[in-house]
């Protein structure tokens, strides 16, 4: 599979664009496991344009996570054509448009999947922005507002008309925001359009190897892109790929191996961002790992866990954790 120019394999496996999580550290350890490609965490169109420090941040990419996209959102034209400009010199593999972002501070302003709502508008925020930029230009978004206005089958041909190389698609209406089970009906049926000609993503509920396969074999997506799963677990990359390559994975990978990677992460989200800003990132995946959960009478460790605002403290509370399974 190829977006633009880029040589992506054979069924790709992407990490979503995800806010607060897509940090730079863990975009490196999940393209370490095999993730095909990865995303920075989607930035603000304005902020961007109004050089807001923490929003620039954001743009900083590494040689070692290639390819990686940076993805963009918002609702005024002119503000994403310069956003994209302005990306576009950060020097990412593509730019992806963020049409699907659910949460009420994106969508409820008519930015993310309030675009859903204003579909001219999206229309003419990705044709001026494919014109303004050589990189190539993808697309994420919703199957509709709601499962009133199911619209992604006629959309994507839509936005391939706008000169979009690549769409995902999420297999939830903006209504159902990440509840109730993504529905991939529509996205196989998009991916069957023959007028479509460009390649389709398929993204949601990908939670486990068996349902990766399933989502190629059973909808014929280009690629897949998995979001929530990856939180406190960037070993599920090499637990998809070792399963689409060669139907096994290994499951021997213990205990103690996935709390090594989960220390390298925070001492690189440390390194790279800073101690307070780098233990906050980490917080989110430490609260989320599975590996945790067979671990008896947890409680007030994983509070002490949460509540740590040194690395050094941080790490002790994690070595402590090895003695507990015993």
Wanted: hydrophobic share 40%.
């Amino acid at each position: 599979m190829k977006i633009g120019q880029i040589e992506l394999g054979t069924q790709p496996v992407f990490l979503a664009p995800m806010e607060d999580v897509t940090d730079i550290g863990f975009r490196q350890l999940c393209k370490r496991f095999g993730a095909s490609m990865v995303y920075t965490e989607f930035v603000s169109a304005e902020a961007l344009v109004r050089d807001v420090k923490t929003t620039v941040r954001k743009l900083g990419i590494s040689d070692g996570e290639r390819p990686v996209g940076i993805q963009i959102y918002g609702r005024d034209v002119e503000a994403m054509v310069e956003a994209a400009q302005i990306v576009e010199q950060a020097g990412p593999d593509l730019i992806d448009l963020n049409f699907g972002c659910p949460v009420k501070k994106v969508a409820g302003k008519g930015a993310g999947a309030g675009m859903l709502q204003n579909i001219p508008k999206m229309l003419e925020i990705t044709k001026k922005v494919v014109d303004s930029v050589k990189l190539p230009v993808t697309v994420k978004t919703r199957l509709g507002w709601n499962h009133e206005q199911l619209i992604i089958t006629e959309l994507a041909e839509q936005l391939q008309d706008c000169g979009i190389q690549a769409l995902t698609i999420h297999g939830r209406t903006r209504a159902q925001m990440y509840t109730g089970e993504a529905d991939w009906t529509l996205i196989g049926e998009v991916k069957k359009n023959l007028r479509i000609h460009i390649p389709i993503i398929g993204n949601g509920d990908i939670t486990s190897p068996e349902e990766a396969k399933r989502a190629f074999e059973q909808y014929g997506v280009d690629a897949i892109m998995v979001g929530r799963a990856t939180f406190g677990r960037p070993w599920i990359f090499k637990e998809i790929r070792d399963y689409l390559d060669k139907g096994i994975f290994d499951e021997t990978f213990g205990f103690n191996q996935k709390l090594d990677i989960l220390e390298e992460q925070l001492r690189i989200n440390v390194e790279m961002i800073d101690e307070p800003r780098g233990i906050l990132h980490t917080r989110r995946h430490l609260a989320a790992t599975p590996i945790f959960k067979a671990i008896p009478n947890f409680r007030q460790t994983r509070i002490a866990m949460l509540r740590s605002a040194k690395m050094d403290e941080l790490l002790d509370i994690l070595e402590q954790t090895r003695t507990l399974l015993g």
